[in-house]
C-alpha cells in the first residue's frame, strides 16, 4: 500500500499551505502562497495540479487564500470550504480570480472522500467569517490540522485527541508578545480566545491529552515577531517531558518554517 506522506510548502502569516497525499496523488490544506511557488514546490514532489483532488480552505484570511482563485479556475483544483468561507473569499481583496466552476462545500462536521483520503471538517475558534479544521483519514491513520484558533474548543480537542499525526498552532511566547511592538489592541486580539495559540496553551492541551498512538506534531503558525522556532519547541517540549512524555521516542516534534518547504515525511 502507498504509504501516508505530508510536507510543510509554507507556515505562518506571510502564507499558508500544506500538501498530503501519497505519491502519486493529494490534496492541499490551504493556498496562501503563489502559485509558482506551490507549483514548484509540488514539481520537486514528482506532481503538479492536475494530481491534486483538491485544496481544502480553513478560513478566508489572505495567508490562506491568496492562490485560491489562480488555483480553482485557471488549474482547475476543486476548492472545498464552508459556505461562508467561500462568501469570505468572495468578498476578498487577494482574491482577483473569483471562484464559479471549482467551488465546492464542505460543511462543519461533514466529510468528503477522494481517492481513499476521508477528509472530515471540524469548527475551530478563530476572528474570520468562518473557521474549520480537517482531519484527514488515510489507510486507518488520521492526520489532524488546527491552526489558528483562539482556544481548543470541544470539537477541535475530539479531532486532535484522536490524530496520529496533527499539524497544530504554537503562534506566540507570551513574554515576547507583551513586551513587543503590537498596539495594544493587536495584543488583545492575538490573545483573545478568537486570537491565536499560545506556546504554552499548545503544550499544555498536548501534555494533557497525550495518548500512545500520537506520533508526530508539527508546531505551525508561528509568529515572525512574537516567537522564535526555539522558543515554541523548547516550551511544548518542557509540558511534554513534565508528564513524562519524552520527545523523540514517544512522539517526534517540529516546528514548521515560514517560507521553505519541510523535509518529505513519509509515514509508516
Known sequence: MDRLRFQSFASGSSGNCYFIGNASRGILIDAGIGVRTIRRNLRALGLDFHHIWGVFVTHDHADHIRAIGSLGEIHHVPVYTTRRVHEGIDRSYCVTEKLSTSRRYI?????????????????????????????????????????????????????????????????????????????????????SDSGHLSNDQAGEFLAENYANHLEYVFLCHLSKENNRPEVAYTTVKSYLEKKNIKVGSDLKLYTLDRFSPTELFIFD
Open 107 to 191: 460543511e462543519k462536521f461533514e466529510t468528503v472522500e477522494v481517492g481513499g483520503f476521508v477528509i472530515r471538517s471540524f469548527p475551530v475558534t478563530h476572528d474570520a467569517t468562518d473557521s474549520v479544521g480537517y482531519t484527514v483519514e488515510y489507510q486507518g491513520k488520521r492526520f489532524t490540522f488546527a491552526t489558528d484558533l483562539g482556544h481548543v474548543c470541544a470539537s477541535a480537542a475530539e479531532e486532535l485527541r484522536q490524530a496520529n499525526y496533527m499539524v497544530f498552532e504554537a503562534n506566540y511566547d507570551m513574554q515576547m508578545l507583551q513586551s513587543g511592538r503590537y498596539p495594544a489592541d493587536l495584543k488583545r486580539r492575538v490573545k
